[in-house]
Every structure is written in structure tokens, then in C-alpha cells.
């Protein structure tokens, strides 16, 4: 009788030691691919990041590589493009599309998905009057404070940074600042020489 006792004891033993590796290894699982998709999120985020950070104005009478943005799609001219063998400046385009909101980067024939959000997100533009726009460059040019010079200010060719916004999560949003911020040298032809 003590005999039974004694391996029942150990089943039961047995059997709770197996219960807890089997709820061990799927923590670990799970644990793994959390950390494998944080991953790639930082990875995409920094795709994102990269390419708009290198955005420059083209010239004016380049309209079809001038950056158009909207609150679902932004196009323009890129010095740090992703997926590309040439150096310089590349046409790019990032869409959002579909429910939920899919992150698609476009560049010379290519097309990249860098991420899918878990709700609808769309564009947004910082002016350098610290407000955000849903489209650039905006209906109303920017006002910049205190004068009311409007009328002789022309609206910037790029905003400050480009956000991805989600409509309820805030620390889903994706923001990118474009490090351009000088004006370009002039060129002979813009200069009214006579």
C-alpha cells in the first residue's frame, strides 16, 4: 500500500513537472516572437525614417518629382532611397492602403511593405508654424506669428517632419523629420541677371 502511495506521488509529481515545462516553452514562444516582431518594426520604422529624412525639394519646373502629399499617399525625391543600386536622388512614393492601413514604399519599378498597422492610419505634415496638415503643401500658407505678412511669404517647398497617425493609438505613430531645412543655392536661370 505504501508502495502505491508513494508512485502515485510521483505521477502526480511527474505529471505537474511536465505541465510546467510545456507552460514554460510556450512563454518562451510567444516571448520570441514579440522580440522577432518588435524587431522588425524598429527595422521598418527606420526604412520609413531613412527615406524621408533624405526628402529635398526638386525644381520647380520638375513637377512630376515635386513632393505631393496627402493624407493617404506622399511622393517625391529622396537622396536616401530604400532598395535601390544608384546613388543620388530617387523618385519615391509610400501608400497607405486597405483596413487595416498597410505601409507600401515605391521606388524605381520596386515595391516594399514596411508594415501594417492594427487600425486605419493616414499622413500628416508638420509646418514650420508647429502645426500639423493633412495634406502639402496646405490651402492656407502657414502663419508664422505675430505679423500678418501672409500675402509675401510663399509656403514652404517640404514641411518639417511626416507623421503616420493612427486614429486612437498614439504610441503607434510613426514621425520622420526631414533634416532639410536650408534653402538651395540659387541656380544662373532663377537669377533675373538683367
Known amino acids: 500500500m505504501e508502495m502505491l502511495v ?15 515545462l510545456l507552460a514554460q516553452s510556450a512563454l518562451t514562444a510567444r516571448i520570441e516572437t514579440l522580440s522577432l516582431e518588435a524587431g522588425r518594426d524598429a527595422i521598418r520604422r527606420a526604412g520609413f525614417t ?4 533624405g526628402i529635398l525639394p526638386s525644381w520647380p519646373e520638375e513637377e512630376e518629382t515635386a513632393f505631393i502629399a ?26 497607405l492602403s486597405g483596413s487595416p492601413s498597410e505601409l507600401v514604399y515605391s521606388s524605381g519599378g520596386q515595391q516594399v511593405q514596411l508594415g501594417t498597422f492594427s ?3 493616414t499622413f500628416s505634415y508638420l509646418g514650420a ?3 500639423w496638415y493633412d495634406k502639402w503643401p496646405p490651402e492656407k500658407t502657414p502663419d508664422f506669428g ?4 501672409s500675402g509675401s511669404y510663399r509656403t514652404p517647398p517640404l514641411p518639417v517632419a511626416v507623421r503616420i497617425q493612427t486614429a486612437t493609438r498614439a504610441d ?16 544662373r536661370q532663377d537669377l533675373d541677371l538683367e
Request: aromatic share 8%; glycine share 6%; net charge negative.
Open 172 to 187: 503607434l505613430d510613426w514621425i520622420a523629420k526631414l533634416e532639410w531645412q536650408a534653402p538651395l543655392m540659387a541656380r
Open 6 to 20: 508513494a508512485l502515485a506521488i510521483l505521477s502526480i509529481s511527474a505529471v505537474l513537472i511536465f505541465q510546467s
Open 146 to 149: 505675430p505679423f500678418d505678412d
Open 50 to 53: 531613412e527615406v524621408v529624412g
Open 119 to 121: 487600425e486605419d492610419a
Open 70 to 95: 496627402t493624407d493617404r499617399q506622399l511622393s517625391g525625391l529622396s537622396s536616401r532611397a530604400l532598395a535601390t543600386t544608384s546613388e543620388g536622388l530617387t523618385a519615391f512614393r509610400f501608400d
Open 129 to 131: 508654424d508647429g502645426n
